[in-house]
């Protein structure tokens, strides 16, 4: 996959794609995690009554950190604080009943211009006069969305981490500050014909980020454009994201077939063990099993939030894992009988996840870590 991303560009010019390669930013879930939790600390610091709403439509960035946000939630030690409430849209909340002891936290994972929170803020007829606090939970803020925030809304505090853009002069992330220009330069040369309004990202994000959900349209459109002409890195589209899905479904078929005790198969009607149904059970379970977060299974899937809820609670009316996620003994003890059969290697490391998904790279750094 990274073979085929360096084809777009000329030999002369492979030196720079691999120097952007090299500075992306990979989030695993343990990362954004970390981050939610900082912001949480800070947070219920103040004894205030919480509000978690969701940045955008069920399916989007925010639902899925929103996901994050309520799981973490589940256990100790923010399992002890139950002065908290979570929403999908701004709607479902009256905030004329919020006070002085009430704080509203809009959840996503990237803030980059700052352009659409601050329009959904105000398309959803947030209140001018209010008594009740604001704030914002993100893994990533760019400093000139938030600088764009604050001139906006004064009393909003954001929670995240802090980045600058990619290509800041100060920063010289590349080195030099030629050296930066020049590619810069070659960055916009290729973006602009991937996405002429937002060559360098969205409103001139110029970030490198990649979440273990998905790739916010912040980042180069180089990395994530996938078109008739341009492979992507890690493509964006939900198109190949299905398509990838359905080959993941074939693979499925082979692991439906491994537990058909598990799945208590109707001997007078073998064929409901390959329905709609046990595929999308069958994915969650596999992801489960690997210690993936439900957000970025319904990524994977391809599909929104509120569908995912609904193969949650079957997987769990089924006795196939409990209301936490935790896989049931015998689940567990089916799949890894099936792992030992198939002589799959039981890895946690990303790049045996990525060469089963074939979807997304990781850098062999991560933030500085390796």
């Not at 981050?35 to 925010?62: C, E, R, W, Y």
């Not at 803030?111 to 329009?119: A, D, F, L």
């Not at 489960?288 to 509120?306: D, Q, T």
Request: charged share 25%; proline share 4%.
């Amino acid at each position: 996959m990274i073979t085929d991303w360096l084809r777009n560009f000329d030999d002369s010019e492979i030196d720079m794609a691999i120097s952007i390669l090299e500075h992306i930013d990979y989030y695993r879930t343990e990362d954004i995690s970390s981050i939610m939790m900082n912001g949480l600390d800070k947070l219920l610091a103040t004894k205030k009554k919480l509000h978690f709403v969701a940045v955008g439509q069920p399916g989007k960035s925010g639902g899925h950190i929103l996901y994050y946000v309520k799981n973490l939630f589940k256990y100790s030690p923010y399992n002890k604080y139950t002065n908290s409430n979570f929403y999908w849209n701004l709607s479902d909340i009256d905030c004329s009943k919020l006070t002085q002891y009430d704080e509203l936290i809009f959840v996503d994972d990237i803030i980059g211009s700052g352009n659409t929170h601050y329009e959904e803020i105000i398309n959803a007829g947030f209140p001018k006069k209010r008594n009740f606090s604001i704030g914002l939970l993100a893994v990533i803020i760019n400093e000139k969305g938030k600088s764009f925030l604050k001139r906006k809304f004064p009393e909003l505090e954001i929670y995240g981490e802090s980045k600058i853009d990619v290509f800041d002069d100060e920063q010289r992330l590349f080195g030099t500050r030629i050296r930066t220009k020049v590619i810069r330069e070659f960055a916009y040369k290729y973006g602009k014909k991937l996405d002429v309004k937002n060559p360098l990202g969205y409103k001139n994000s110029q970030m490198l980020v990649i979440f273990a959900h998905a790739v916010p349209n912040n980042t180069l459109p180089i990395i994530w454009k996938d078109t008739k002409d341009w492979k992507a890195l890690v493509p964006r589209s939900h198109f190949i994201k299905n398509e990838r899905a359905f080959n993941n479904r074939q693979d499925n078929t082979r692991w439906l077939v491994g537990l058909k005790n598990l799945f208590k198969v109707n001997p007078d009607n073998p064929k409901t063990l390959f329905g709609t149904e046990e595929y999308a059970l069958l994915y969650v379970l596999r992801g489960l099993y690997k210690g993936k977060l439900l957000s970025v299974i319904a990524n994977e899937m391809s599909i929104p939030l509120h569908e995912l809820d609904k193969i949650f609670l079957d997987g769990v009316t089924r006795g196939l894992w409990d209301k936490y996620a935790n896989l049931s003994i015998i689940a567990k003890s089916e799949l890894d009988q099936v792992m030992k059969k198939m002589n799959y290697c039981n890895s946690d490391s990303i790049i045996s996840d990525y060469k089963e998904r074939h979807e997304i790279y990781v850098p062999p750094t991560f933030r500085e870590l390796t």
